[in-house]
C-alpha cells in the first residue's frame, strides 16, 4: 500500500472511533501511534521510537516528550500528544519548544490525532519557530499536503531536503493566508497600491474608501472567473471523455436509475483496488494508478485518464463480483471473482494491459 493510500485510511477510519476515545492515552494508542507507524517507524523498537523521551533542561529534570523517533541514537523528530477533543490553538508547545535547544532534534510535532502541526527551527537556530511550517488535517487531507508529508517518512528522510522544504511551505503558507485576509478586508496599503496603478488622482480620504470596494470586488471578481474557467474547462474535458467512453463501451446489464442511487466506494472496492495497485508497483509507478467510482462499477485507471482503464469492479451485486478486463478496442470481458484474492491470478493480464498503454506512448 502507498504511503498516501496508508494516510487515506487511517483518516477514514477516525470519524468512526472518536466518540470512543476519551483521553490522551486512547488518542495515542487509538490515532498518533498508527500515524506514525504509516511514516514507516516501528513504534514497538525503542531503537526507532522512544515513548515519554526524557531530556534534562538546565534545572529541569525528567520532563518528558511523549514520542522521539530516533536515528542512530538521536532524536529527529519530537512529538507531543494531546486529546482529540483538544483544541491544539488553545495549547502552547512548551515541551517541544524547550527540548529544541537540548537535543539534535530539528523537527517538532504537536498534534491530538487529528490535526498534526510540524515545526522546525527556520527563524533561529535551535529554537522552534512558532508558527508550525506544515498542518495536516486528518479529516480534511489535502494530497498536496501529503505528499509533503512523505518526505519526512522513514524511508525519504534527510533533513537538508526537509527544511528547504519547510522554508518553503512556512512561507507560502504565510503569504497566502495574507492574501486570504486582504480578500476579505483589503488593509489602507494594500488598496493605495491598487489605487495609484489606475488612478492619476490625489488619493484623498473619499477616494480611498471608493476604491476599498472596488479592489474587494475586483479580487472577488477575478477569482471567480478563474474557478469558472478552470470548471468550464474541467467539464468540457470530462464530457468529450465521457462521450468517447461511452462510444466505445456497450451498455451495461442493468440499467442504474441516477435519481435514486448514489455513489458509495465500498471497503472491498477499495482492497480490490490496493490489491491492483500492489500487483502492478513492480511494472509502473503506484500514485499512477487512479480510481474513480461510478453508478455501475468502480473503475481503475493509469494517469486518471478515461482512456487508459485497467479494469473494472463489479461489486454493487450482494451475491455476486465481477472483475472485468478491457482489451486493446476498450471492450471489457466479465469474470466472476468468489473473493477478491482471485485478483491475484489475473495479474499477467492486468501487467499485459499496462504495457500495452505503456508501448503505444
Request: contains cysteine; hydrophobic residues 35%; proline residues 3%.
Amino acid at each position: 500500500m502507498d504511503f498516501i493510500d496508508k494516510i487515506q485510511s487511517l483518516a477514514q477510519k477516525i470519524p468512526k472511533q472518536l466518540d470512543f476515545i476519551t483521553t490522551e492515552e486512547a488518542t495515542k494508542s487509538a490515532l498518533i501511534m498508527p500515524f506514525i507507524n504509516a511514516l514507516g517507524y516501528n513504534v514497538f523498537d525503542p531503537t526507532e521510537v522512544v515513548p515519554e523521551f526524557t531530556a534534562d533542561i538546565g534545572i529541569k529534570k525528567g520532563e518528558k516528550v511523549d514520542y522521539a523517533i530516533m536515528r542512530d541514537g538521536s532524536p529527529i523528530m519530537l512529538i507531543e500528544c494531546k486529546w482529540s477533543g483538544s483544541k491544539l490553538d488553545d495549547v502552547h508547545a512548551s515541551q517541544l519548544f524547550r527540548y529544541f535547544s537540548v537535543t539534535n532534534s530539528r523537527i517538532g510535532v504537536l498534534t491530538n490525532g487529528i490535526i498534526y502541526r510540524f515545526y522546525s527551527d527556520l527563524e533561529q537556530s535551535n529554537k522552534m519557530d512558532e508558527k508550525p511550517f506544515l498542518e495536516i488535517d486528518m479529516l480534511n487531507l489535502s494530497e498536496t499536503l501529503v505528499q509533503e508529508l512523505k518526505k519526512i517518512t522513514k524511508s525519504n528522510f534527510n533533513i537538508d531536503e526537509v527544511i528547504s522544504t519547510a522554508s518553503d511551505l512556512k512561507y507560502t503558507k504565510e503569504i497566502k493566508k495574507i492574501l486570504n485576509d486582504q480578500l476579505l478586508a483589503p488593509d489602507d496599503d494594500f488598496v493605495r497600491y491598487f489605487a495609484s496603478q489606475v488612478y492619476s488622482g490625489k488619493l484623498t480620504q473619499v477616494v480611498r474608501e471608493q476604491f476599498l470596494d472596488i479592489v474587494k470586488r475586483a479580487l472577488s471578481q477575478f477569482i471567480s472567473e478563474k474557478i469558472n474557467e478552470r470548471l468550464k474547462s474541467a467539464m468540457a474535458q470530462d464530457q468529450e471523455e465521457t462521450q468517447k467512453t461511452q462510444n466505445e463501451t456497450p451498455p451495461q446489464d442493468v440499467p442504474i436509475d441516477k435519481k435514486e442511487h448514489k455513489i458509495e466506494t465500498t471497503e472491498d472496492e477499495l482492497e480490490g483496488y490496493y490489491i491492483v495497485k500492489s500487483i502492478l508497483r513492480k511494472q509502473i509507478d503506484p500514485d499512477r494508478i487512479i480510481h474513480r467510482d461510478t453508478l455501475s462499477y468502480f473503475g481503475i485507471l493509469l494517469d486518471d485518464n478515461n482512456r487508459k482503464p485497467i479494469c473494472r469492479l463489479y461489486f454493487n451485486n450482494q451475491n455476486k463480483k465481477y472483475l472485468a478486463l478491457l482489451d486493446e478496442n476498450k471492450k471489457e470481458s466479465k469474470i466472476e471473482i468468489n473473493s477478491l484474492n482471485e485478483i491475484y491470478e489475473h495479474a499477467e493480464a492486468l501487467i499485459s494491459i499496462i504495457d500495452r498503454y505503456e508501448n503505444n506512448k
